[in-house]
């Protein structure tokens, strides 16, 4: 596609910033096939969360980008780092450091795990992990047309999405479709891509600051891997080691609208509900306590103002993130029954008054005053605001609510506005980088859900965008599809955002 009218190529960039840019745009346009046979090959290679592998194992995803990042690179170093063993296997997060003349550093990350893929049948040749190409239109607002492998799917889209479809002048576009196309190896291709067309175009100069790529683990479940980088609030992860006194700025690489810097995203807590009451015939129920039935009263109550007016009660109200939201009951169980392995569910005890019940919420929420200090109250008060009210509205039986720190993810926010956060100079200089090479002013957004970004800036205070990356749609869904034009465009905007942000010497 021709350069649309927007582009403005860096123009607004002196010498030698603005070389290095357009020698790097160069490179990644002649070495485009290679970066795309890249994304096909880390798709190859299942990662679901657990299985993302280790740099000395060529089959993992982690083995194969190490050895990208190995054979390809010459000036940047390389790291792995060994995220604790759980029951899914070793895995390590995996980093590229390029040295700059100052202390001032970008952080960019991407994350190398993947959702589990469904059913194979519901993908094109019944294989999820074999990247398909189809296109996608969008035949009215708020919808897109996907085409692949001769099957046509109409889905509604996200509103950003659906903005930038108005911004562009084509009416259809070519997609590849796999499991972790979009969410989430698309963006460690650009990050890839960005490396080494940068490192191509350097020559004698050097960046005015230090560039930190970390592809992280297990994204999908708890963020370990964003939290083994940083540490939370141990301070001994493997950037605080080497940066104890950071400053810079992170931009979270992730399956977006097509570099739209996300400004802020809520923060999330999964609260768990454990009802227990007594246990007896079914024939008598009145001698027992039935703890599921008594849970069931406080569920349906939490749409009450009083509920809603006290757990709302530490939060501000938020402009730019939004309103605090609470989905109760998103999974209940109670009494004697289980699921096997096939789906199938086995019931015993349906004769008896069950003696426990265990349900969960699904908290979103918004900054507090104190923001961002002193998160672990807001953990406390989501725990004793849900369990008091259901306690206060059940019977005979014992409460309490939890919520895990692995099950916590605190809010991020660049700023008190969407107008705010646009001038921030971080941002300027992400909407500048997306606007030269898409050709439109990408505006910005809040997340929906949440990014590695809650568990980064929690710990490095960076300003952070919490999300950018290439367009598509369909993550966590069978036919999954990432833009293949923005696979292309997004190692040009982050090279560029790299010169904008650090500076040529």
């Excluded at 890249?38 to 740099?55: A, N």
């Excluded at 939490?302 to 530490?314: D, G, L, N, T, W």
Aim: aromatic share 6%.
């Amino acid at each position: 596609m021709e350069p649309s009218e927007g582009k403005t190529h860096s123009a607004d960039l002196e010498t030698p910033a603005r070389d290095v840019i357009d020698q790097g745009r160069a490179w990644i346009d002649e070495h485009e096939a290679e970066l795309l046979e890249f994304l096909s090959d880390l798709v190859s290679r299942p990662s679901v969360t657990g299985r993302e592998g280790t740099h000395d194992d060529p089959e993992s995803v982690v083995g194969s980008l190490y050895a990208t990042l190995e054979a390809e690179t010459d000036r940047a170093t390389l790291d792995v780092q060994r995220v604790p063993d759980d029951d899914r296997g070793p895995r390590e997060n995996c980093y590229a450091v390029l040295e700059g003349a100052t202390d001032e550093l970008f952080v960019c990350t991407s994350h190398t795990d993947t959702v589990a893929p469904g059913d194979d049948a519901d993908w094109p040749g019944t294989d999820p992990y074999d990247v398909s190409v189809g296109t996608v239109r969008r035949p009215e607002p708020g919808a897109i047309e996907l085409t692949v492998d001769g099957q046509r799917e109409r889905r509604t889209i996200r509103d950003a999405y659906d903005w930038v479809w108005d911004r562009r002048d084509d009416t259809e576009r070519d997609v590849l479709v796999g499991r972790g196309t979009y969410d989430n190896k698309a963006s460690v291709v650009c990050l890839v891509g960005a490396l080494r067309a940068l490192e191509s175009a350097l020559g004698d100069h050097t960046l005015g600051g230090t560039l930190v790529h970390g592809h992280l683990v297990g994204e999908e479940i708890a963020q370990v891997g964003a939290k083994a980088m940083v540490g939370r609030g141990d301070r001994t992860g493997w950037f605080p080691e080497r940066f104890p006194d950071p400053e810079g700025a992170v931009v979270v690489m992730d399956g977006s609208y097509g570099f739209v810097p996300a400004v802020g995203h809520r923060g999330l807590a999964w609260v768990t509900l454990s009802v227990e009451g007594e246990s007896t015939h079914a024939s008598t129920p009145h001698l027992g306590s039935n703890a599921v039935l008594e849970t069931a009263k406080g569920l349906a109550t939490v749409e009450e103002p009083s509920f809603r007016e006290a757990i709302a009660s530490p939060f501000i109200d938020d402009s730019l993130l939004g309103e605090l939201t609470v989905a109760a009951g998103t999974t209940i169980i109670g009494g004697d029954v289980r699921r096997d392995r096939e789906g199938s569910l086995e019931r015993a005890g349906v004769n008896a008054v069950p003696d426990w019940c265990e349900t969960t919420f699904d908290v979103r929420f918004p900054r507090w005053e104190a923001y961002p200090n002193d998160p672990d109250a807001i953990r406390a008060h989501l725990e004793e605001t849900i369990a008091s009210h259901i306690e206060a509205e059940a019977g005979d039986v014992d409460v309490t609510a939890t919520v895990d720190p692995a099950e916590y993810f605190p809010p991020v926010a660049l700023a008190d506005s969407r107008e705010a956060a646009r001038d921030h100079p971080f941002v300027s200089q992400a909407i500048e980088a997306a606007r030269s090479t898409v050709g439109y002013d990408p505006g910005v957004t809040v997340a929906p859900g949440v990014t590695d970004a809650a568990s980064i800036y929690s710990a490095t205070r960076l300003p952070t965008i919490v999300e950018y990356g290439p367009a598509g749609a369909l993550s966590h869904e069978p036919l999954e599809f990432v833009e293949r034009e923005s696979v292309i465009d997004g190692a040009k905007a982050m090279l560029e955002l790299t010169i904008r942000q650090l500076g040529v010497v």
